[in-house]
C-alpha cells in the first residue's frame, strides 16, 4: 500500500521537490519550454509536474493523479486547478520530439545551475544499464528474437545479464551538472559509445581546449587517446588496462594534419598541441590517483536509480525511455543543485 501524499513544509523531501517544481512556474523556464516544442504550456506543465512527483516519490501515475483529484493541499502545491487524467498525460508526452525534450532538460539545467569558470574543466562519463522490466524469467527471450527491437540483451556488473538499453552521462566535476547525454543499445561497448559523447559535448558547444576528460578503462583504446587529442583537443584520462603500452600510445598522438592549412596561425595551433600533449603525459602516468574523481558519478547514478524509479523502467521503446531518461536527468541535476552534492549526501538520499 502506497503511502498517501501530503505536502509537509516541515519535511525536507517534499522542500525539495517544491524547489523542483517551482521551476517550471519561472517566465524562463516556460520560454525554454515553448521555445523546444513542449507545448501547449496549459497541458504540458501540468503533465510534466505530475510525472515528475511520481518519479521522485516512486510511484505510479495513475497513484499521483488520484492523490491529486482527491487532495486540494496537492493541487496547491503542485500549482494547477485542473488534474490531467493519466492517458492524457501520456498522450501529452507521446507528442513530444525526444531532442526536444532532451534539449529543454539540459537548456533548464544550464540557466539554473552554476556557469563554467575560466580555464580548463573537469568532465565525467561514465554509462549504466537501463533494465527494461521484461519478464524473461517466464518465458526465454533470445537474441534473434531482439533483432528488431531497440532494446537488446547486455550485461552490468551492477546487475548481470539484462535486457534495455544503456545510458551514458557526462557530469561536470566542479559541480556535478549534467551536460549532455545519451541512449544507446546495452549490448554497445562503451570504446565505440567514446566518440558518440565526443560528439554530443562539441554538438552542443560545451567542450573547449584543454578540458580534461575522466573516464573509466571501459572506454579505453588507443584510438579513442588519440582521437581525443586530435580531433577535440581534449585531455583524455581514460584509466588505462594493465596490457597499456604507454610508448605506443605516445607515438600516435599527431598533430592533426588540418592544422598545416594556409588559413590557420599553424604555429599558434601546434603550441596549443604541445601544451595538451604535455598535460595528457603528465596526468596518464600518475591516473590512480584520480579514481575518486570518477567514483562520484555512481553516486550520481545510484541517485537516480534508487531515488527516482529508474532501477526498472516499465517503458519498451527508445522515445519513451530518453523522454524517461531525460525527466531523471533533470531531478538528479536540480536536487545536486538545490543543495545534495556531497558523496555522503547523495548516497544518504539515494537509500
Not at 494547477?80 to 507528442?95: F, H
Not at 588519440?226 to 583524455?236: G, Q, V
Not at 524517461?324 to 545534495?340: Q, R
Request: with cysteine; charged share 25%.
Amino acid at each position: 500500500m502506497q503511502p498517501p501524499l501530503i505536502p509537509l513544509n516541515e519535511d525536507h523531501k517534499w522542500k525539495l521537490l517544491s524547489g523542483i517544481l517551482n521551476v517550471f512556474d519561472s517566465r524562463a523556464s516556460r520560454q525554454i519550454l515553448s521555445r523546444r516544442g513542449i507545448l501547449p504550456l496549459l497541458k504540458s506543465v501540468p503533465a510534466l509536474k505530475i510525472v515528475l512527483m511520481s518519479m521522485f516519490f516512486s510511484s505510479d501515475i495513475s497513484y499521483v493523479v488520484k492523490e491529486t483529484e482527491e487532495r486540494e493541499g496537492l493541487r496547491r502545491f503542485l500549482k494547477i486547478s485542473s488534474v490531467p487524467a493519466e492517458n492524457e498525460i501520456y498522450t501529452t508526452l507521446s507528442q513530444y520530439n525526444p531532442e526536444g525534450f532532451i534539449s529543454f532538460v539540459l537548456e533548464i539545467l544550464n540557466a539554473l545551475c552554476p556557469k563554467r569558470k575560466s580555464g580548463s574543466r573537469g568532465i565525467i562519463i561514465d554509462s549504466t544499464d537501463i533494465n527494461l522490466n521484461l519478464n524473461w524469467y517466464a518465458k526465454k527471450i533470445s537474441k534473434k528474437s531482439l533483432e528488431e527491437k531497440e532494446y537488446k540483451w547486455g550485461h552490468s556488473t551492477h546487475r548481470g545479464f539484462f535486457i534495455g538499453m544503456k545510458l551514458t552521462l557526462a557530469l561536470e566535476y566542479a559541480t556535478l551538472k549534467p551536460l549532455a547525454f545519451l541512449l544507446n543499445e546495452a549490448n554497445v561497448p562503451e570504446a565505440k559509445i567514446y566518440p558518440m559523447i565526443l560528439e554530443e559535448l562539441k554538438k552542443r558547444r560545451i567542450t573547449k581546449a584543454g578540458d580534461i576528460l575522466f573516464a573509466d578503462r571501459g572506454y579505453y583504446s588507443y584510438e579513442n587517446y588519440a582521437r581525443s587529442i586530435r580531433e577535440f583537443k581534449i585531455i583524455p584520462l581514460i584509466f588505462p588496462r594493465k596490457n597499456c603500452n604507454f610508448s605506443k600510445l605516445f607515438n600516435m598522438i599527431t598533430y592533426p594534419l588540418k592544422i598545416f592549412d594556409s588559413k590557420r596561425d599553424t604555429e599558434t595551433e601546434i603550441a596549443i598541441y604541445k601544451k595538451i600533449i604535455a598535460k595528457f603525459k603528465e596526468l596518464i602516468s600518475d591516473w590512480k590517483n584520480f579514481r575518486k574523481v570518477r567514483s562520484i558519478i555512481e553516486d550520481v547514478f545510484k541517485l537516480a536509480k534508487k531515488a527516482y524509479s529508474m532501477e526498472n523502467l516499465h517503458r519498451y521503446t527508445k522515445r519513451s525511455v530518453q523522454k524517461y531518461c531525460s525527466l531523471a536527468v533533470l531531478l538528479v541535476g536540480m536536487t545536486i543543485n538545490l543543495g545534495i552534492n556531497e558523496k555522503k549526501a547523495l548516497q544518504a538520499f539515494a537509500e
